[in-house]
């Protein structure tokens, strides 16, 4: 579409997430936003330029409020571990080795996504296992969960880890019955490989981030947040900022770890316009690890042959400190937690804690998977919102269950029982932290939701399911009111003209096939700015 003033789109069957009109076939933008939307037969007929959009169905922008843009674009050009590229620890073996003949001896060698459940072995590959592929060139293996990480012997001597090493607070070193690191270093302690690896400019990094906006742009991701921003070494703001300059179209909210923070936590106020593209939004930390990892603070122990509860990550009065330093800046704040343990100990510690913020939830619990009856009746009563991610029961079914159970895995994200309880809800991916070959695709999250069926068939608790046009509205609106991104998330008079054209229409089609859907064209402020084959730039 050239650019002009105004524009009407036309013959389409239009979504719209809006609760006051979810339908439309028609729409006028002006100057990037809605002006008016409803049926073309109320239309005046005016010169103006026409978009057909063919009667295809319309869709607000997705909005992924859970995600790790700068990881998933750097994961792209590593080594994937998981099906279908590899299905064992000797394949894995075979593909570093074919890597490092090709790039050489020089540098660290990087792959990702390994998950216990999907390698012929059912384990995690140790030191010993890597030392196969080499023993001169550092390498690390980070699990799919992102809690993780399986290194070589020569990574471990780089970061000093030996017999002797003691656990970081909030991390574990794996050691053999003779107290031996295995080369498996699970929640904080991977930070002491990933502290000697080097640093990446941000010349690097942002090209990186520009390459994979076009790929979000695909699967008609319009919002983006980063969950891990850092101030150090490098400043992820710097990053972002520039990979605009680059090229990326997506309204991003920034996230601040807390370790990052505590010295200095005061961020400078031009740094939090909500206004501006890019922004910082909140602060984030850790109260646990995964599920999939067995890593998350459980009540029940997990199943396996010894008592296992999880990692706590955080304490009471290190969540107070970050609240009280979110509030001080007027962000978020935002707590990773999975295990019922981790969840009670946020909701105790602040759901009687006033909210600072009056656009978006003061805060967010992330993920939220094993959340306990009173619990959810506490969040709901302080305003805490939660963020799941249901392509995480479709893709790590195997590790689930294995880690839980049928029952207990059944159990997991209760989506259906939170909205019922009236907490806000936002959908996600955490890409690329799932075991999927493509873990940002909204359409798998969704249809998760609504089947609660997981991709091999198994039920994954068919009671929390919930209705498609929810589903995606918690991708949409929902996804807005727990960011705070202003007037997105749905189209409706005053809001930016971000949506998306599907190829077929997702609201009349059986269930099983919404991972089948894809994007046709995308649109940002009424510009197309994704066209399937042929990206614009």
């Given amino acids: 579409m050239k650019h002009t003033d105004e524009c009407v789109f036309v013959n389409g069957e239009i979504f719209t997430s809006n609760l006051q009109q979810p339908y439309a076939n028609a729409m006028v933008v002006r100057d990037s936003k809605i002006v008016w939307i409803g049926d073309q037969a109320d239309l005046k007929d005016e010169n103006k330029d026409v978009i057909d959009l063919q009667g295809r169905r319309v869709l607000p922008g997705f909005i992924d409020a859970h995600l790790h843009p700068l990881y998933l674009a750097k994961v792209s050009n590593q080594i994937s571990c998981m099906p279908p590229i590899v299905h064992s620890i000797q394949e894995l073996i075979v593909k570093i080795r074919e890597q490092i003949e090709v790039e050489g001896t020089q540098g660290w060698m990087e792959s990702w996504g390994y998950d216990e459940g999907k390698l012929a072995e059912h384990r995690a590959p140790t030191r010993w296992d890597l030392d196969q592929a080499s023993t001169e060139v550092p390498i690390v293996i980070t699990r799919t969960c992102g809690h993780s990480v399986s290194v070589n012997s020569k990574a471990l001597e780089l970061a000093g880890i030996h017999k002797d090493t003691q656990n970081p607070p909030g991390g574990e070193i794996d050691k053999d019955s003779s107290g031996v690191p295995t080369g498996i270093l699970r929640e904080n302690a991977k930070d002491l490989v990933k502290k000697v690896m080097p640093i990446e400019t941000i010349e690097d990094n942002a090209t990186t981030l520009a390459n994979l906006s076009p790929k979000l742009l695909a699967h008609g991701i319009t919002g983006i947040t980063e969950m891990m921003a850092k101030c150090e070494p490098v400043d992820y703001l710097e990053i972002y900022n520039e990979a605009k300059t680059k090229g990326l179209k997506q309204r991003t909210v920034l996230y601040y770890v807390w370790e990052d923070l505590i010295e200095q936590p005061s961020i400078d106020v031009n740094r939090l316009n909500k206004e501006n593209q890019i922004h910082i939004g909140g602060i984030k930390l850790f109260s646990d690890g995964s599920v999939s990892g067995q890593t998350a603070w459980v009540e029940t122990s997990f199943i396996g042959e010894n008592e296992n509860f999880g990692i706590q990550t955080t304490s009471k009065e290190e969540l107070l400190a970050a609240a009280d330093a979110a509030e001080q800046n007027g962000i978020q704040l935002v707590v990773h937690a999975m295990g019922e343990q981790a969840i009670d100990l946020i909701v105790n510690t602040l759901y009687e804690k006033k909210g600072w913020l009056t656009d978006a939830p003061s805060i967010r619990i992330e ?63 955490d890409a690329p932290a799932t075991a999927w070959a493509d873990p940002v695709n909204p359409f798998v999250g969704i249809k998760s939701a609504v089947t609660r069926i997981a991709y091999d068939g198994t039920d994954t608790g068919k009671d929390q399911r919930i209705d498609l046009p929810t589903a995606i509205t918690l ?34 089609i059986n269930p099983v096939e919404i991972d089948q859907v894809y994007v046709e064209e995308t649109y940002m402020n009424g510009q197309l700015v994704y066209q399937k084959k042929v990206d614009l730039v």
Wanted: charged share 20%; net charge positive.
């Fill in 475 to 508: 991708y949409t609106r929902g996804a807005q009111e727990v960011t705070g991104i202003p007037s997105v998330g749905q189209l409706a008079p005053g809001y930016f003209a971000d949506f998306i054209v599907l190829d077929r229409d997702i609201l009349n």
């Fill in 367 to 429: 993920h939220a998977a094993m959340p306990t009856k009173l619990a959810i009746s506490r969040a709901s009563e302080a305003g805490i919102a939660f963020v799941p991610q249901p392509i995480f029961l479709f893709a790590e079914i195997e590790s689930y269950l294995k880690n839980l159970g049928t029952e207990r895995t059944k159990k997991t994200y209760p989506v259906k029982t939170m909205l019922e309880a009236g907490i806000k809800v936002a959908f996600s991916s």
